[in-house]
């Protein structure tokens, strides 16, 4: 047996888990009508097929009507679950990998108008900034029946056959009741620590009475909110004390902090640029203040972390969940010795900001997550190997490379620069950002593993791609900034020039972002602690409407600490010059009439990429398919995807990523995937 902490088995009374690894509640918005369907059962059935021990399932799964889903989850109040979440048991029980889920009442953390359109109750009527919903005070007959719906959603797990339930207890009703911030009550649930403490034991003594006292029962919850009014450090830790002596509850999840805004939800799961594991210290503290078993994830990303969490006695099950969205195969390259391969999380939180704006969960660079019904984690051998060229060194060409030398074939990548990375290397300049070269990093030391020859420094023309003889050609050469249609653009300077260091504009900055995602807020941030005085236009209702709100927090952070300027719903006419400055004209959509001036001294624009195509356009002649794709096949699984039209043709050819349109970094790995396992 391995003597590595994480490897070690661990008792929770009658349940004995394979290992330490964990991969902690969250909704990955995968549900269809409520219910955990196939592409949720693939999901976790791909993370026990990679060794895990636990998959808690669900983040979180509501337990009345009046709880409606605010991110795609579970509808634990009908009886349908049952059989939908008995198969995905099923499925990591044959792994020996337990399976529990959390269950909750969202409170105040949902819309009213959703579902049933059913009053959204809380503890008392003290918004959420996040779902903006003006709750109720829950009544008694509110809180009764609220209590019988969480026995009745128990009693559903354990019929379905999970090995045990979590509550949650942060941000949502339950812990509501909690924190003097959420409630107000003058009545015997508000006041004393005892009175707030009185939802949360009828809530347990209802789930004990309907499941029994062997099947396991832990909560997630808050020991600090950190947070003025909120529910404090000393008043968490007693909550937690007493949750442990009760004998009701078999473990503590621990969580920090609040999370009724996207600011304060960035420090309860940090994003990249943000401290590793910031809560860890505190979990073990608590688990030394009580006794009690414990469970804790917040940006816990690498093995290293992990391995030190258990082994210096801070948590008995550690939570790796991005990393596991990364790559749902951690335990078994642990176990095999191959951590390096491990494919790492590089906190992009692309991820969490597809839930929370109403997308499924997508690692940013994993694009077989969440598409396991489709897209394979371990890429099957080719029929026959062929020979490949691959043209750009981004993402998507070393992705492309990737998946043709796991086929079996024989790759070529030539890149035009001295070394790889396309944009990712650009938003790695970023210091904040700078993890997102493991996007890189990672594929460059599969490709030298996999014995892939990357020729640097090489601008390819048509002549030096068909010298290699290729069978299959794939142009993955990304593209350039593009000015918006606006006039006197040759005055402006790009994102990119910024983000680079090429261009270090001083004084008054003005930064028109018609990209609505990294690049022009990357270069705002930069500008931002360089001095000056600095306005950021965007021609967007909202601003950087390609991002999502978990990541604009730290833009936004640097931008108001520079008191920078924000100015929405304007749209870029043109500039010109005025001396030695310029003059810059911002139009209305809203109000065609209405146009201002500003005079700056340099006018920064962001406006996507244009693709660089010359090069597939003068393969194209000599291709058996002139570059074309059969969509239909390609998105059906079956069928040729490069319909044959020029039968004296060489090679197949077809391009990805930014090289056909400027879209994001997922996008160009997702069709090197999908492209690259079909031939």
């Known amino acids: 047996m391995s003597n590595d902490p994480l490897l070690q088995p661990w008792?929770?009374?009658?349940?004995?888990?394979?290992?330490?690894?964990?991969?902690?509640?969250?909704?990955?918005?995968?549900?269809?009508?409520?219910?955990?369907?196939?592409?949720?059962?693939?999901?976790?059935?791909?993370?026990?097929?990679?060794?895990?021990?636990?998959?808690?399932?669900?983040?979180?799964?509501?337990?009345?009507?009046?709880?409606?889903?605010?991110?795609?989850?579970?509808?634990?109040?009908?009886?349908?679950?049952?059989?939908?979440?008995?198969?995905?048991?099923?499925?990591?029980?044959?792994?020996?990998?337990?399976?529990?889920?959390?269950?909750?009442?969202?409170?105040?953390?949902?819309g009213w108008n959703k579902a049933d359109w059913l009053p959204v109750v809380s503890a008392s009527p003290v918004r959420e900034a996040a779902h903006r919903a003006f709750p109720k005070e829950a009544e008694d007959w509110d809180l009764e029946r609220i209590v019988a719906d969480y026995a009745a959603a128990?009693?559903?797990?354990?019929?379905?056959?999970?090995?045990?339930?979590?509550?949650?207890?942060?941000?949502h009703l339950m812990d509501g009741f909690w924190s003097p911030a959420t409630n107000r009550r003058g009545d015997d649930w508000g006041g004393t620590l005892d009175n707030r403490l009185r939802f949360t034991w009828a809530v347990i003594d209802a789930?004990?009475?309907?499941?029994?006292?062997?099947?396991?029962?832990?909560?997630?919850?808050?020991?600090?909110?950190?947070?003025?009014?909120?529910?404090?450090?000393?008043?968490?830790?007693?909550?937690?004390?007493?949750?442990?002596?009760?004998?009701?509850?078999?473990?503590?999840?621990?969580?920090?902090?609040?999370?009724?805004?996207?600011?304060?939800?960035?420090?309860?799961?940090?994003?990249?640029?943000?401290?590793?594991?910031?809560?860890?210290?505190?979990?073990?503290?608590?688990?030394?203040?009580?006794?009690?078993?414990?469970?804790?994830?917040?940006?816990?990303?690498?093995?290293?972390?992990?391995?030190?969490?258990?082994?210096?006695?801070?948590?008995?099950?550690?939570?790796?969940?991005?990393?596991?969205?990364a790559d749902p195969h951690i335990v078994r390259k642990v176990t095999a010795g191959i951590e390096e391969r491990i494919r790492p999380c590089v906190g992009a939180t692309y991820c969490l900001d597809r839930i929370y704006e109403g997308g499924g969960a997508l690692c940013i660079h994993n694009a077989a997550t969440g598409r396991e019904a489709t897209m394979p984690h371990e890429i099957p051998k080719a029929e026959a190997p062929l020979r490949a060229v691959v043209i750009g060194a981004g993402p998507a060409g070393l992705e492309a490379a990737r998946?043709?030398?796991?086929?079996?074939?024989?790759?070529?990548?030539?890149?035009?620069?001295?070394?790889?990375?396309?944009?990712?290397?650009?938003?790695?300049?970023?210091?904040?950002?700078?993890?997102?070269?493991?996007?890189?990093?990672?594929?460059?030391?599969?490709?030298?593993?996999?014995?892939?020859e990357i020729r640097f420094n090489t601008y390819a023309e048509a002549e030096d791609v068909t010298a290699l003889s290729p069978d299959v050609v794939v142009v993955a050469t990304g593209g350039l900034p593009q000015p918006p249609e606006a006039a006197g653009m040759e005055l402006a300077l790009s994102s990119w020039d910024v983000i680079t260091g090429d261009a270090k504009p001083q004084g008054r900055v003005m930064v028109y972002d018609d990209g609505g995602a990294h690049a022009g807020m990357g270069a705002a941030e930069r500008l931002a602690s360089a001095g000056g005085t600095l306005e950021l236009v965007s021609p967007e209702r909202m601003l950087s409407p390609d991002m999502g709100g978990m990541n604009i927090v730290p833009y936004l952070a640097a931008l108001h600490r520079a008191g920078a300027v924000i100015t929405q719903h304007r749209r870029l006419k043109g500039v010109r010059r005025a001396g030695n400055a310029l003059v810059v004209s911002l139009g209305s959509d809203f109000a065609p009439e209405v146009v201002e001036e500003r005079e700056v001294d340099h006018l920064v624009v962001e406006h996507g990429t244009a693709a660089l195509d010359e090069l597939y356009h003068a393969l194209k002649p000599a291709s058996r398919n002139l570059g074309a794709v059969d969509y239909r096949a390609l998105t059906a699984g079956a069928g040729e995807v490069f319909p044959e039209r020029n039968p004296g043709g060489a090679f197949r050819l077809y391009r990805i990523g930014d090289a056909v349109q400027a879209r994001n970094i997922h996008a160009g790995i997702f069709e090197a995937l999908r492209y690259g396992i079909r031939w």
């Open 207 to 325: 789930i004990r009475a309907s499941v029994g006292a062997e099947f396991i029962v832990g909560i997630r919850m808050v020991a600090d909110e950190q947070m003025e009014n909120g529910l404090s450090r000393e008043e968490g830790v007693e909550i937690a004390r007493r949750i442990a002596s009760s004998g009701k509850f078999d473990f503590i999840n621990l969580i920090r902090g609040h999370i009724d805004s996207d600011a304060a939800l960035t420090n309860v799961i940090p994003l990249q640029g943000m401290p590793s594991a910031p809560h860890l210290d505190f979990a073990g503290e608590v688990k030394q203040a009580t006794g009690m078993a414990m469970f804790h994830a917040a940006r816990i990303p690498d093995v290293a972390t992990a391995r030190h969490a258990i082994a210096s006695g801070k948590l008995d099950m550690v939570g790796m969940t991005r990393a596991h969205i």
């Open 154 to 171: 128990a009693q559903r797990m354990q019929a379905a056959g999970l090995d045990g339930i979590e509550l949650e207890a942060y941000g």
């Open 11 to 110: 008792r929770l009374k009658h349940l004995t888990f394979k290992n330490r690894i964990m991969s902690t509640a969250h909704e990955p918005a995968y549900s269809e009508d409520g219910m955990p369907k196939e592409r949720y059962r693939l999901y976790h059935r791909e993370k026990a097929r990679g060794g895990i021990a636990l998959t808690m399932t669900a983040g979180s799964a509501v337990v009345s009507q009046d709880s409606p889903e605010a991110f795609g989850n579970l509808q634990a109040y009908r009886d349908e679950i049952v059989p939908w979440l008995a198969a995905l048991a099923g499925d990591c029980h044959e792994q020996d990998c337990k399976v529990m889920i959390q269950l909750t009442h969202l409170g105040r953390r949902t």
């Open 403 to 452: 998946v043709a030398a796991e086929r079996g074939h024989r790759v070529t990548v030539l890149e035009a620069a001295a070394e790889a990375g396309g944009q990712v290397r650009l938003l790695a300049e970023i210091p904040r950002r700078r993890e997102m070269i493991g996007i890189i990093d990672w594929r460059l030391a599969e490709l030298e593993r996999l014995g892939v």
